[in-house]
């Protein structure tokens, strides 16, 4: 798969996985293991840059004696969801058409 590609879908996952309330790395990686393994070194790199691209705000509280960053979804990744929900549909039709011999030829 295309590297940049990938990684568009991978942020948009991460972001989908925060977007209903406010996660920590751990919990991310849990809620998104039944649709997609994610070593926590990738999640971190991706959690980097969207908080760079202002598409998320990380917070730190203590849990347990400790400091954990909370992500939190911000509008630009709320837009940045629905875009990508949009060019599904493009990138659904674009598949129907390159597999529509596929089809013939069964």
């Known amino acids: 798969m295309d590297i940049q590609l990938k990684h568009g879908l991978l942020d948009v996952c991460v972001l989908a996985a925060i977007k209903g309330e406010d996660s920590y790395g751990y919990k991310i990686i849990k809620d998104m293991k039944p649709y997609i393994e994610l070593s926590e070194s990738t999640l971190y790199t991706i959690l980097k840059r969207l908080e760079a691209a202002k598409m998320l705000t990380v917070r730190s509280a203590e849990h347990g004696g400790r400091l954990r960053k909370y ?10 969801i629905e875009d990508f929900k949009e060019d599904w549909q493009e990138i659904t039709a674009i598949y129907q058409f390159v597999t529509r011999e596929d089809e013939t030829h069964e």
């Open 71 to 80: 992500y939190h979804i911000t509008e630009s990744g709320l837009r940045r």
